[in-house]
T-cell receptor, first 112, second 114 residues
Framework: AQSVTQLGSHVSVSEGALVLLRCNYS??????LFWYVQYPNQGLQLLLK??????LVKGINGFEAEFKKSETSFHLTKPSAHMSDAAEYFC??????????FGTGTSLTVIP | EAGVVQSPRYKIIEKKQPVAFWCNPI?????LYWYRQNLGQGPELLIR????????DSQLPKDRFSAERLKGVDSTLKIQPAELGDSAVYLC????????????FGPGTRLTVL
C-alpha cells in the first residue's frame, strides 16, 4: 500500500543546531511531497512542497527539503533551530493532487 | 485574506449525542476537505467537495457521519450519534481551483466524547 513514514515521533535539538526531520514514502512512482507544521491548537500550515520541479525545495521560515528518488525520501532540514520552531511537523504525499496521505508526525523540541 | 474559519473550536458531549461542526473556507476556494486527526496521528481525509459535490467520501463512516456543502461555500459535518472513539480534532481545509496541491487548513474543532 502506498504510504508515508516519518522516522522519529519526537526529535530534540539545541537552539542553533541543525534540524533534520525524516520522511520516506513507499511507492515506485514518485508522488507530490509536502511538509506541514502544526503549532498547538492550530491547523496545519504548508512549509514547502515538491511537485516534480527542482529536487531541493526551499520553504518558509528557513526550512528546506530535498527529494531523493533513489532513497524515496524527502527529509526536512533547517541549518539553525530557533525556539519558535518547536511544533509538530507532518510529511504528506499525494499521487493525484487530490488525495493526501499524512505521516504520523514528528514533534520537534528546541532546547535553549 | 481571511483564513479558513471553523466553529466551535472545542466541543464536549456525552456519547450518543449529536454534534455538528461548521466550516467557512477561504473565499474563492471551491475545493473543501474535512479531515479527522486522532491524538498523535496525522490527518485522515473524511470527505472532499468540489463546489457542492462530494467527490470523495469513501472514508466517511456513513452510518453516523454526514456532511453537506450547500451552495458550494460553507460546509457542515455532523455526527449522530457520537461514540467514544469519535474524540479527535476535526480539520477543515480548502484549496483554489487548479491548485488542489496547496491546502489551507482551519484551526480545527477538538471534540471530546464522554
Amino acid at each position: 500500500a502506498q504510504s508515508v513514514t516519518q522516522l522519529g515521533s519526537h526529535v530534540s535539538v539545541s537552539e542553533g543546531a541543525l534540524v533534520l526531520l525524516r520522511c520516506n514514502y513507499s511507492s515506485s512512482v514518485p508522488p507530490y511531497l509536502f511538509w506541514y507544521v502544526q503549532y498547538p491548537n492550530q491547523g496545519l500550515q504548508l512549509l514547502l512542497k515538491y511537485t516534480s520541479a527542482a529536487t531541493l525545495v526551499k520553504g518558509i521560515n528557513g526550512f528546506e527539503a530535498e527529494f531523493k528518488k533513489s532513497e524515496t525520501s524527502f527529509h526536512l532540514t533547517k541549518p539553525s533551530a530557533h525556539m519558535s520552531d518547536a511544533a509538530e511537523y507532518f510529511c504528506a504525499v499525494s499521487w493525484d493532487g487530490n488525495q493526501f496521505y499524512f505521516g504520523t508526525g514528528t514533534s520537534l523540541t528546541v532546547i535553549p | 485574506e481571511a483564513g479558513v474559519v471553523q466553529s466551535p473550536r472545542y466541543k464536549i458531549i456525552e456519547k450518543k449525542q449529536p454534534v455538528a461542526f461548521w466550516c467557512n473556507p477561504i473565499s474563492g476556494h471551491n475545493t473543501l476537505y474535512w479531515y479527522r486527526q486522532n491524538l498523535g496521528q496525522g490527518p485522515e481525509l473524511l470527505i472532499r467537495y468540489e463546489n457542492e459535490e462530494a467527490v470523495d467520501d469513501s472514508q466517511l463512516p456513513k452510518d453516523r457521519f454526514s456532511a453537506e456543502r450547500l451552495k458550494g461555500v460553507d460546509s457542515t459535518l455532523k455526527i449522530q450519534p457520537a461514540e467514544l472513539g469519535d474524540s479527535a480534532v476535526y480539520l477543515c481545509a480548502s484549496s483554489r481551483p487548479g491548485f488542489t496541491d496547496t491546502q489551507y487548513f482551519g484551526p480545527g474543532t477538538r471534540l471530546t466524547v464522554l
